[in-house]
């Protein structure tokens, strides 16, 4: 499945989260910058507003010090009067005193509160003198109603103010009030009264505008002098000088308010007049707040901001030690209006750049990121599948995406199928290749070392190799051959492999470096040699096979000259002695020729017995019996045995049945066996026992065993491989030619036996053959040869290049009364030819100069049919092509030495062929 989908809506996320998060951002921004702004001009308002107290301050202050240096002046002048006695005369005009309209008290106490209200008179002019703000200063005698003010009225003027100001003192209105400032403690601070009308207006003596519109603030404080109150001392402030300081206050928007202790307004910025009886300060500008819990800042630190009650920000400050109060009530509305006048334009730029940031990231989603993660989703896809819908400006993009997958898509099905060729090629490769690290550890293997060392493939991975595939022993000397020096192994390494299943096999290994991705890495190529060990036991032994046929070949070329040269002499012999016999038949000659005639054909069946060994011929067959070739064998060679000390033990099977077989042959082989074992126990000591063992019987297959068993020193192992070779003997040069045991082996494999060493009883050696039982064929008598009659049969012409042979030939073939013609090569053969026609030619077949098949070539073509009448004789037989050629021509073939009857009967043959070819000619 695609991850681009669940990508992208990650992606989208984030996006939408950043933006938001940027939002939440600016919008914590703004606030603390709004809450900043909001901060400072609340600062703002609450510094102006402390100044304006501080004006406020600064005219109480000075008004409350006046009335305590009028209370202090009052009693110490009462105190200077009363206690000296002399009034002060500072010559004041009695138009200073204002009065009740009758004087009351002693004489001496209204002479003393005259005397001391025209003395305080001219502490009112430096106290104004001090503090020009003050409206009015004034004391009036509490018990002789007596009163002076100040500044100085024209006289009339003032006289009127002092008069109204004594009345005042017992104007009900006023009367409760003074009353209860008179009775305040002697210590107690002065008092603020309400805001009261004064109708004066005009002006001092000095100019001086009394400016207001009557009403007025005072502060009063009685003085006591010996624990009584005498008098009360006062000033005057003017409302509308306090309005003004409330409203020249520096930041606007906000409304100060000054009030009493009882919460009575005094003055305010706002209002343009304050009632007589205003009353209580307003709660619902505090939001039903008491003035008093706005109380309690720190006047010397940093002003205080306020708190909001409602809609409006209040803060109150108290006058010094007096109750009075400074309300500032700012409008949050006012402030806001501040706040967004001066922050309006970054507000804007800070909303313009996040809707800017929107739109951005917008884009950048909606054109960017969507085509891209739809384009991502096509690449993880390779390009396959219907390709994602986006705008032109990624086409080109989304094109060369496909032609590049397209192009990827080939060259990986190219790759791909080169690995899975390359895969199954090293597959199906008969040796094991496998890959190794620097450590020598499996990183992979082919098929073939799978089924030779793991056959759970995955289970070999990993692990170290030379202990995968060799015993422990083995293990270390083929990690140190892997360990070698250059490209390549300089040869291959042979080594006893450990399989599945601990089967061991020998095989042989090679290596070769290679680097890929910068690793270093070992290629090994293991080779399971079983088979070829198999085929080098096989090729040597076909190598001995072939080396003992070429010793064959050597022994063939030899017995064939031999036989040659001495087929020649024995068919002499032989011949002579059978045509001696013939002639001396019925004398006392007649025994010692066939005796003679028997050697000799003795000797001939030898020669014949080596040419058939040598060219692996079948042999002469008949019934023998297998207890009298052993006979037969012990006639000849029992004397030898006899002379030489040794024991002949005979244990012969008289139930043996007669077989098919060369018995002259036979005989060879069983000779051969007793002179081997005469010789071998030739070597013992004297005193060691001497003896052969003949056995004859019938294994359970029904074959015939023949045993010779000897007691001698036996055959070693290291001989018994080589015991059966041609010209291999363990006798001394001179004593042995190394034939005798393979030519009984090929004597006993023609007859489809077998000759073999076997384990002797005791030690020694025991030859043991062994012969199938064949059926005895019933012996077919030659018709004995026609005696010759009288008159011709015919011309024969005999051909031989040995006199001796050509002769004897004659001889034999003289009974047969026919015209015989001698000669001794081929040349004269042909002459004779040339002169007259042949019944039959006798020709041999080797002769110097022209051989018997040139000749027969010859005169085949001089006279037509010659070449039908030849017959053919050989001591040969093992030459080149003689047998081939003769084949080819279809002629007979004599074998020398040969018998006289045997010759005249193949004469008699081609004689009668020719009579019978002459009678069909005739018909």
Known sequence: MSEAAPRGRRTTQALVAAVVSIGLLLVAVATWVVKSEYDRQLRVAATGARATENQIAALV??????????????????????????????????????????????????VTDRAVVEELWLTLAGVHAAAPDIALSYVMSARTGFAANYPRLPDAEHLAMARAMARKVFDPATHQFIQSVAHRPETAPPLWTAVYRDNYTGRTRAGRVIRGDGRLVSLLAPVWVDGQYRMMVGIDVWANDLREILRNQPVPGVELTLVDGNEHVIATSRAADIPLAAGPFSKAKTAGTEVRDFLGFDPDGEPPRGVLTGKRVVRAQAIGDTPLRVIAIADMGNVTRQVLFRLGALLAVMLGLYALLCLVAWYVLRRVLAPAFRLAGHIERSGTGTPPEVSRLWR???????????????????????????????????????????????????????????????????????????????????????????????????FEARGVRGRRFPAELQARRLQQGGRALIVVFIRDITERRRIEAEVASQREALHQSEKMTALGSLLAGVSHELNNPLAVVLGRSTVLAEQLAGTPHESALQKLRSAADRCGRIVRTFLAMARRSAPERSAVDINALVNDALEITGYGLRTAGIELVLDLDTGLPGTSADGDQLVQV??????????????????????VRIETARDAAGRILLTVRDTGPGVPDAVRRRIFEPFFTTKPVGEGTGMGLSVSRGIVEAHEGALELVSGAGGGAAFRITLPVEPVAPVRTRQAPRPATGGSRGRILIVDDEADVAELIEECLRPLGAAIRVVHGGEAALAEIAAGWFDVVVCDVRMAGMDGFETWRRATAARAGQGERFLFLTGDILAGDTSRRAAEIGRPVIEKPFDPAEIRAAVEAVLAEASASETIETR
Request: hydrophobic share 50%.
């Open 61 to 110: 202050t000075a008004a409350n010090q006046r009335v305590l240096t009028l209370r202090s002046s009052a009693q110490y002048a009462y105190q200077a009067i009363e206690r000296g006695g002399a009034v002060p005369t500072q010559g004041v005009r009695g138009n200073t005193l204002g009065y009740r309209g009758s004087v009351s008290g002693t004489p001496a106490d209204i």
């Open 396 to 494: 080109p993009t989304l094109a060369a995406i496909d032609a590049a997958f397209a192009a990827q898509r080939g060259a990986v099905a190219r790759l791909e199928e080169a690995h899975a060729t390359t895969s199954a090629v090293l597959d199906a490769a008969f040796d094991a290749v496998v890959l190794a690290d620097a450590d020598l550890r499996v990183v992979s293997a082919n098929m073939a070392f799978t089924r030779m060392f793991a056959p759970t493939g995955v289970a070999s991975i990993g692990r170290p190799l030379p202990d995968l595939i060799a015993p422990a022993k083995e293990a270390e000397p083929i990690g140190d051959a892997l360990r070698f020096d250059g490209e390549s192994m300089a040869d291959a390494w042979p």
């Open 670 to 691: 069983v000779i051969n066996l007793l002179i081997n074992a005469q010789h071998a126990l030739a070597a013992l000591p004297d005193c060691a026992p001497r003896e």
